[in-house]
Nanobody, 119 residues
Framework: QVQLVESGGGLVQPGGSLRLSCVAS????????MNWYRQVPGKERELVAT????????NYAESVKGRFTISTDPAANTVYLQMNSLKPEDTAVYYC????????????WGQGTQVTVSS
């Protein structure tokens, strides 16, 4: 059974930090690129950060560059999103996504974790 289980969300003040974790199970982690998305009500889901299956390359949305860092621990089948200098506009539900690098491009989603940045 495939699972992506996120944790680490919560309420934080502007300028603060959070680290999201996503533990994967039920598929071969090294065959999947890992991504973090976020969504606010009424808006489309936004790609925040990506990391290749080898961990050798990362990409970020312009809005989070220099503040967020995506990383993986393959031994623990876990992907992280370190979020620093948080802003109110970072408030959203954050979703972990796994996408297979080869055909078929199977993908899986976590259930989401709420991040609220407010004073």
């Amino acid at each position: 059974q495939v699972q992506l289980v996120e944790s680490g969300g919560g309420l934080v003040q502007p300028g603060g930090s959070l680290r999201l974790s996503c533990v994967a199970s039920g598929f071969i982690f090294r065959n999947y690129g890992m991504n973090w998305y976020r969504q606010v009500p009424g808006k489309e889901r936004e790609l925040v950060a990506t990391i290749t299956n080898t961990g050798g390359r990362t990409n970020y949305a312009e809005s989070v560059k220099g503040r967020f860092t995506i990383s993986t621990d393959p031994a623990a089948n876990t992907v992280y999103l370190q979020m620093n200098s948080l802003k109110p506009e970072d408030t959203a539900v954050y979703y972990c996504n796994a996408r297979r690098v080869a055909w078929p491009r199977t993908e899986y989603w976590g259930q989401g974790t709420q991040v609220t940045v407010s004073s």
